[in-house]
């Protein structure tokens, strides 16, 4: 079985800082990757996908994740953080498309960008 | 861009009654799938339809149906609702034939049971 586990629960930073939010995950079959964000009252929107290929994966708003096999992990990062980026960001794993496809998020890294 | 739309967004009944959430998505996507998230939760899998047909089915209680479409637009039925099913519902929609299963979610509904 698959799952996502988000170390943090809570991140505060500061304004322009840079940021990591931690997501690793358990899976016995090659893996598709996603990282979410939900912006207060919203919806989810993709920031970006991990599916083959390179392991850095750049997405929108600046931010971009490294995939690590070895240590099961799929962080997120961003060098310098908005007030804007203030959110709840959810990282997910895909099961296989042939045995049903639904997502696995992890319990959510709520962002809190201070000026 | 077409989005995926959900109807209502915002919805209030009182426990035991029924609700209807309804989905369309994306234009050529053949796959729906529902999720629901609690207050302060991450979203949980319900229901998927491939082609309209069940595809997969997760922690959906018995008071709950959904089907889908001959237009492929989905409707998750809720009867006898209660407290706990207040939450935000939310329905993706994937391309046909995505080995990725990249998945592009709707606004959500979001229900309230009173």
């Known amino acids: 079985a698959q799952s996502v586990t988000q170390l943090d629960s809570q991140v505060p930073v500061f304004e322009e800082a840079p940021v990591e939010l931690r997501c690793n995950y358990s899976s016995s079959v090659s893996v598709y990757l996603f990282w979410y964000v939900q912006y207060p009252n919203q919806g989810l929107q993709l920031l970006l996908k991990?599916?083959?290929?390179?392991?850095l994966v750049k997405g929108i708003n600046g931010f971009e994740a490294e995939f690590n096999k070895s240590q099961t992990s799929f962080h997120l990062r961003k060098p310098s953080v908005h007030i804007s980026d203030t959110a709840e960001y959810f990282c997910?794993?895909?099961?296989?498309?042939?045995?049903?496809?639904?997502?696995?998020f992890g319990q959510g890294t709520e962002l809190s960008v201070k000026p | 861009a077409a989005g995926v739309i959900q109807s209502p967004r915002h919805l209030i009944k009182e426990k035991r009654e029924t609700a209807t959430l309804k989905c369309y998505p994306i234009?050529?996507?053949?796959?729906v799938y529902w999720y629901q998230q609690g207050p302060g939760q991450d979203p949980q899998f319900l229901i998927s339809?491939?082609?309209?047909?069940?595809?997969d089915k997760g922690s959906i209680p018995d008071r709950f149906s959904a089907q889908q479409f001959s237009d492929y637009h989905s409707e998750l039925n809720m009867s006898s609702l209660e407290l706990g099913d207040s939450a935000l519902y939310f329905c993706?929609?994937?391309?046909?034939?995505?080995?990725?299963?990249?998945?592009?979610f709707g606004p959500g509904t979001r229900l309230t049971v009173l």
């Open positions: 234009p050529r996507h053949d796959t």
């Open positions: 339809f491939y082609e309209k047909m069940q595809s």
């Open positions: 993706a929609s994937s391309p046909i034939a995505s080995p990725y299963n990249e998945q592009f």
């Open positions: 991990y599916l083959s290929g390179s392991t």
């Open positions: 997910a794993v895909s099961e296989p498309y042939n045995q049903g496809g639904k997502l696995i």
